[in-house]
Each structure stands twice: as structure tokens, then as C-alpha cells.
T-cell receptor, first 114, second 114 residues
Framework: SAVISQKPSRDICQRGTSLTIQCQVDSQVTMMFWYRQQPGQSLTLIATANQGSEATYESGFVIDKFPISRPNLTFSTLTVSNMSPEDSSIYLC???????????FGPGTRLLVL | QKEVEQNSGPLSVPEGAIASLNCTYSDRGSQSFFWYRQYSGKSPELIMFIYSNGDKEDGRFTAQLNKASQYVSLLIRDSQPSDSATYLCAVPPGGSGNTGKLIFGQGTTLQVKP
């Protein structure tokens, strides 16, 4: 299975600021995704990170708020822009291998917005 | 109707018993089904996936799929206190091709009491 790391592991931010989260996978993967897990909730898919092109966003998520980059097969970033307390959540990066059968998750980034 | 539904629990079983976790899904086009385990404060960990009707066994875990009734279950035999976690059912949206996307249920919290 792929080993996925994320930076930072946690952060406390002021409202109105932006935070960029990095995701690195130790091997080549096919798909990379970003999920959000709000307190006490399940996971919600934000977007699919596409290599070298714009991410594909799910309903309710927009590029201006959550810009995503994926410059190569193993690295992606998610920016949470103009943060508000409602953005306080865990943000998780995930990746699938060549068969796309299994999806693995990074350790997550815990974000608290004051 | 939610796309993927689970009873949030908590489901409490004594140590050594069989824990039965259930998940129903609404999209008849879904072809594959995943179970993740999430310990408190940790990211989801893939424990089982199943594509075909019937049972799939892996150690103490058995996944059961019934596509006609649109449910998938996870049985944990000889439950241990270390199995206490939230179990998430995840289903790719049907008809979306092999995009790797997953829709997660709310998760069932399992408590195994010594």
C-alpha cells in the first residue's frame, strides 16, 4: 500500500487567512483526492486532484475557496482560503494505486479556525 | 434517502462475541464496496473490500454483499477491545466509471467491552 504523508499535521489559524496543506505519496499513484471530515461527521469528498490540470470539484465546493494543485503524480496541495470557523475540520488526502481498487488515506490535517 | 446509510450506534458487544455492522446503499449501479476502520483521532484504514455477491473472509473479518437487497455488512468474529473504533462503509457512485471516488456512510461506532 502507498504511504501518504501530510503537512502540517495540525494548525490554528485566524479567520480571513489561508492555509496550504501538502500531501506526498511515496509511490506513483493513479488518483489523488481531498476529503473533509467535520467534527463528529463522516468524510466528504472535496475534489479529485488531477495531474497538471484543474481539479474536479464536488457539489458544494469551489476552486476559489479550495484551490488544489497536483504538479506531478505523487504530490498535491489543498489551500483553504479566506478561512472562517466553519472551516475547522480535518482535511484528508487520499490516493489510489494503478488498479484504483483500493484507496488509502494520509494522516490528516487538523485545522482550527478562530 | 442518503446514498450510503449506516446505523451510527454505538454498537456494544462483549469481548469474544461477533460484531455485525450493516450498510445500505441507494445506487444500484455501485459495483464495489469498502469497509474502513477509524480509530479516534486517526485517519481511516482500509480493512476490507468486496465486489461479488456473497461472503469474503479475511482473518476475523467477513464482508457480506447482497446487491439485490443493496446492503453490505461486516462481521467481526472474536471481537477484541482493540476493535473498538468507528467503521465506515464506502461506495463508489455507480455509473461514474472507475473514477476512484468514494461516498462514505456516517459510520458505526463499535465498543467491545472486556
Amino acid at each position: 500500500s502507498a504511504v501518504i504523508s501530510q503537512k502540517p499535521s495540525r494548525d490554528i489559524c485566524q479567520r480571513g487567512t489561508s492555509l496550504t496543506i501538502q500531501c506526498q505519496v511515496d509511490s506513483q499513484v493513479t488518483m489523488m483526492f481531498w476529503y473533509r471530515q467535520q467534527p463528529g461527521q463522516s468524510l466528504t469528498l472535496i475534489a479529485t486532484a488531477n495531474q497538471g490540470s484543474e481539479a474536479t470539484y464536488e457539489s458544494g465546493f469551489v476552486i476559489d475557496k479550495f484551490p488544489i494543485s497536483r504538479p506531478n503524480l505523487t504530490f498535491s496541495t489543498l489551500t483553504v482560503s479566506n478561512m472562517s470557523p466553519e472551516d475547522s475540520s480535518i482535511y484528508l488526502c487520499s490516493a489510489t494505486g494503478t488498479t484504483k481498487e483500493t484507496q488509502y488515506f494520509g494522516p490528516g490535517t487538523r485545522l482550527l479556525v478562530l | 434517502q442518503k446514498e450510503v446509510e449506516q446505523n451510527s450506534g454505538p454498537l456494544s458487544v462483549p469481548e469474544g462475541a461477533i460484531a455485525s455492522l450493516n450498510c445500505t446503499y441507494s445506487d444500484r449501479g455501485s459495483q464495489s464496496f469498502f469497509w474502513y476502520r477509524q480509530y479516534s483521532g486517526k485517519s481511516p484504514e482500509l480493512i476490507m473490500f468486496i465486489y461479488s455477491n456473497g461472503d469474503k473472509e479475511d482473518g476475523r473479518f467477513t464482508a457480506q454483499l447482497n446487491k439485490a437487497s443493496q446492503y453490505v455488512s461486516l462481521l467481526i468474529r472474536d471481537s477484541q477491545p482493540s476493535d473498538s473504533a468507528t467503521y465506515l462503509c464506502a461506495v463508489p457512485p455507480g455509473g461514474s466509471g472507475n473514477t476512484g471516488k468514494l461516498i462514505f456512510g456516517q459510520g458505526t461506532t463499535l465498543q467491545v467491552k472486556p
